[in-house]
């Protein structure tokens, strides 16, 4: 290290520490428009009698965009398509990041019927309460970023042909991180919806 540089070390650690919090700091914007095709049943893992209700299950994963989230890549508009309903290693917050500088964050999870690291091994109420009640397989924490909400209204019907599509598809190994608690930094990416300013 030259001189120069040396003395300005001390300089740079003072500012540098002393520079005001930027929530908006380490965001970029993204263009994520991406479409994406839930993926085909796997020939043979449903009765030929419940065709149609294994197709309309595709139909409304593909029009209630399930793959936006719980595919890897998707929330960043590069969507790998093989990882399709497995899962994402980009995270979404749900905190707000603009009054904590570490929000917590979650990984949308794998959604094939992986036994292991899927819900292959959930039953079928369990997979209904996720989707319709947002009660899901984490601790006393209810859903918090999945828009279950929006769901919550689904008919019957509806709600056992989305079970019954989730379990016709091909189970995906890929395991997802664990949620990352409010003030912990997240070792991944994340992105936050509904960045709101109201001046
Ligand atoms: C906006 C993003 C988003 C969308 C859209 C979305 N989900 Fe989710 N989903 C999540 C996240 C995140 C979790 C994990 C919940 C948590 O930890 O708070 C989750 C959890 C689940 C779970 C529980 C699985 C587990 O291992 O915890 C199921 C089942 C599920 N989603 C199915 C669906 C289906 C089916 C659709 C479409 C009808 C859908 N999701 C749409 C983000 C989303």
Redesign the pocket.
């Known amino acids: 290290m030259k001189k120069g540089q040396f003395l300005l070390l001390p300089w740079l650690l003072i500012f540098g520490c002393a520079a005001p919090y930027d929530p908006l700091g380490d965001y970029e914007a993204l263009d994520a428009t991406t479409i994406l095709d839930a993926p085909k049943p796997e020939p043979g893992s449903y009765a030929p009698a419940n065709r149609g209700q294994v197709e309309r299950g595709e139909y409304?994963?593909e029009l209630?965009?399930?793959g936006?989230?719980?595919t890897e890549g998707a929330l960043n508009g590069n969507a790998l398509t093989e990882l399709s309903l497995a899962g994402s290693k980009i995270g979404?917050a749900?905190t707000n990041p603009l009054e904590h500088r570490y929000p917590g964050v979650?990984?949308?999870?794998?959604?094939t019927p992986d036994a292991e690291t899927?819900?292959g091994s959930?039953s079928d109420q369990q997979?209904a309460d996720?989707?319709r009640s947002g009660i899901?397989?984490?601790g006393d924490?209810?859903?918090?970023?999945?828009?279950?909400q929006g769901?919550a209204g689904i008919s019957d019907e509806d709600l056992a042909a989305?079970v019954s599509y989730?379990r016709s598809i091909k189970p995906v190994r890929n395991r997802t991180p664990d949620?990352v608690p409010p003030g912990t930094q997240a070792p991944r990416p994340y992105v936050h919806?509904g960045i709101y300013r109201s001046r």
Not at 106 to 111: E, L
Not at 141 to 148: A, F, K, L
């Open positions: 409304l994963v209630l965009g399930c936006v989230c719980h979404i749900y979650v990984y949308p999870p794998n959604i899927g819900i959930w997979i996720a989707i899901g397989d984490h924490r209810t859903i918090s970023v999945m828009p279950w769901y989305l989730l949620a919806f």
